[in-house]
């Protein structure tokens, strides 16, 4: 049976910025082997050297040079050992990002649905390899930089990025969502919802209520969506948050319980150990112990 690890938490890296107030990190890596893994929030990969496999939702892909992944939340992948190394772009950015961008219209968003019908990956060559590099090079100059609006700048660019991919997997498409299934939609408003407000005394009948979908379907669709049922699911993001304060602040464990919607001390450090593998003082001092 495949294990798949915790949920990996911005927390759990000190090096990772911020964009907009949003977490998020560009960097080039190497890797030859990726263990099954899934995480909250969207990542883009760009591979510059190197061949090998990915496998996302149990597909198989290839890499090599010129290939874009846009990955999901939740969406688990992994990469078999390759012999050589695979150098990548990789951009990991928050899920709140395609919501702030859409403003008033449905903008990005749109990125997160109907992804079981369209690929994760494409191939590029040519000019539209080398435009896309270029484009990848300007954001990576960017986010190491300190110039004037520099945030503005890397959002524009960040979704000039989104844009062209979504393009490019779809060429000549004119984007309609005419006779599509609402409620598929409206289960990442609702993921969305509850990132924003986990703080609440959240229920799944309640969240059935807020956007008018049926109980029984708003819990196939989070256990479709995220590989966890709704419970296990709150729990997750409230922990991910407590993991953020354990190692940014000195708030006493009880006063963290409290602010990441635990209304019992007892049952947030039951469920931080069940989701962890650890205890919140036993993290806080492993997290002091790595980064100080």
Known sequence: MTSFPTLRTWADNTRYGRLDGLPFHLDIYKARRMLPHRHEYLELSFVLEGEGRQII????YQLKPGTLTFLLPYQTHEMPYSHESVHLYNCMFDL????????NRSGLKELLFMHDELPPTIQ?????RQSITSLIEELLREYRGHEL????LLQLKLMELLIRFDRLRRPGTVLEREGTDGHADTIWSVIHY???HYRDPLTLADLSTRFGISRPYLSGAFKKHTGLNFVRFLHEVRIRHACSLLSSSDMSGIDIA???????????SRIF??????TPSEYRKRFVKTYF
């Open 124 to 128: 590029l060559q040519g000019s539209e």
């Open 96 to 103: 709140d990002f395609l919501f702030r961008s859409a403003g």
């Open 57 to 60: 939702n149990g597909v198989d």
């Open 273 to 278: 150990r069940e989701v962890k593998g650890t």
């Open 149 to 152: 609006w520099k945030d503005d």
């Open 258 to 268: 409290a602010e990441v919607g635990f209304s019992c001390f007892k049952s947030y």
């Open 194 to 196: 509850v990132h924003t």
